[in-house]
């Protein structure tokens, strides 16, 4: 089989990595990559965002699986354009991946179908969201609607933090038209858990568990981020839980996607607060997260392949999806100044020390190769990914290979895997 998948990010190395095992592949391509994806895969010179332009390649390759892993294409309609160019592809159509791309959509969605999540109010116009955040309940939490990249969530834990964050999403167009509509929503507390899912519509199988950590800083401090790095599974997330999720939020999400007629194929990404009041829903992703996928992919035994075949055939449930009995850790190292701004094009040294060391795995994020030299390219640049019997010995080995590692200003959080 020739695949080839959208993307440029650690997440993506990921996915191609896991490809990569199966006996299935002859050929890897990656649109448009990165430096440590072209080790692994064809880089082509095609923007993530440009469906013409994957439609067209896909087309003259006589690919024959595309995996479209981020969420700015999903939301554009990448998939339905591939679909009905006879293409088999795998990710939600644009009417699925509404999920993640309008949190007024998914907010509205759990409300109908009484899927747990945090109570909210949504505006179309600053004037109202400022008078609402005026006598709410604090602390808040104030999201613009659409995407922007991990960092469109403000906690506010007083009233001119809410303002300021109402007026900078809406007026100011921090995230440009991702902030025409905002949701202002109560503050969840406890523990947050990842649980990212495989469905073909139907059949809704969760992968194993994981925790991000969005904050740039220890400690949880700082500004949002992409994420700083995860860990799997996730300590607090029993199998308790997971029959009481499976029961009120991940078959009510799939069985409500398809009563509004809008099924979703592919990875369905649960963000989770366990509240003092059980499990809510903090957020939808329409694919893979990012650095989750990291530590999950590693874990899984079952073949990618096959199993991404069986969501594009609806045939989720005639395969028997099995997991590595580890844990994972993974350490985003990236450039100083993320996620505000930071240089690219530093000289990345020490890559080659931990070449075939055995359960570490090596992801790129914002790199670029050239004569032989990785440089770095992006806010997050390297996610260092460490397999072991418990998650101590897992950030232990983790750590120690970040430490061999080094460009300038190199930037990541010590206390991944701890919380």
């Known amino acids: 089989m020739k695949i080839l998948v959208v993307g440029s990010g650690g997440r993506e190395h990921a996915i191609l990595w896991k490809l990569r095992q199966s006996p299935k592949v002859t050929k890897l391509y990656c649109a448009p990559g990165n430096g440590g994806i072209s080790e692994i895969a ?24 595309v995996v479209v892993a981020p969420d700015d294409p999903l939301a554009a309609g990448m998939v339905d354009a591939l679909e009905n160019a006879g293409m088999r592809a795998f990710g939600p159509r644009k009417n699925a991946a509404i999920i993640e791309a309008s949190k007024v959509f998914s907010k509205d969605l759990m409300k109908k179908y009484h899927i747990p999540s945090a109570d909210y109010e949504s505006f179309s116009d600053s004037k109202s969201a400022i008078e609402y955040v005026k006598t709410a309940k604090l602390p808040l939490v104030v999201k613009a609607d659409g995407l922007a990249l991990g960092k469109g969530v403000l906690i506010c834990n007083t009233r001119e933090e809410a303002i300021r964050a109402v007026s900078m999403i809406m007026d100011d167009k921090k995230f440009g038209d991702a902030g025409q509509r905002i949701v202002v929503e109560e503050f969840m507390t406890g523990p947050e858990v ?33 994420g700083m790095g995860a860990f799997s599974p996730s300590r607090v997330y029993t199998n308790e839980l997971q029959e009481e999720c499976m029961r009120t939020i991940f078959l009510p999400t799939i069985k409500a996607m398809k009563i509004e007629g809008r099924p979703f194929k592919g990875v369905l990404y649960f963000g989770l607060m366990l509240t003092p009041d059980g499990p809510k829903v903090l957020e939808y992703n329409a694919r893979f997260g990012d650095p989750e996928t990291q530590v999950v992919l590693p874990l899984l035994e079952t073949d990618l392949v096959e199993i991404f075949d069986a969501v594009i055939d609806e045939k989720l449930d005639t395969i028997n999806i099995t997991w590595r009995p580890d844990c994972a850790v993974c350490v985003i190292m990236a450039s100083g100044g993320y996620p505000e701004s930071y240089t690219k094009g530093y000289e990345i040294t020490g890559l ?60 990541y959080r010590k206390d991944i895997g701890i919380k």
């Open 352 to 411: 080659e020390s931990i070449k075939n060391q055995k359960d570490i795995i090596l992801f790129h994020a914002g790199t670029k190769k050239e004569n032989g030299k990785f440089y770095t390219n992006g806010g997050r640049v390297l996610g260092i990914t460490a397999v072991a019997q418990d998650i101590k010995t897992a950030r232990e080995n983790a750590y120690k290979t970040v430490s061999s590692i080094d460009f300038k200003n190199a930037h």
């Open 194 to 226: 990842s649980v990212l899912a495989f469905t073909d519509g139907k059949t809704i199988v969760p992968m194993v568990s994981s925790q991000d950590h969005k904050r740039a800083f220890d400690n949880d401090e700082g500004l949002n981020t992409g």
């Open 42 to 65: 064809e880089c082509v010179p095609v923007n993530a965002m440009d469906i013409d332009g994957m439609v067209k390649f896909s087309l003259e390759k006589s690919i024959d699986m």
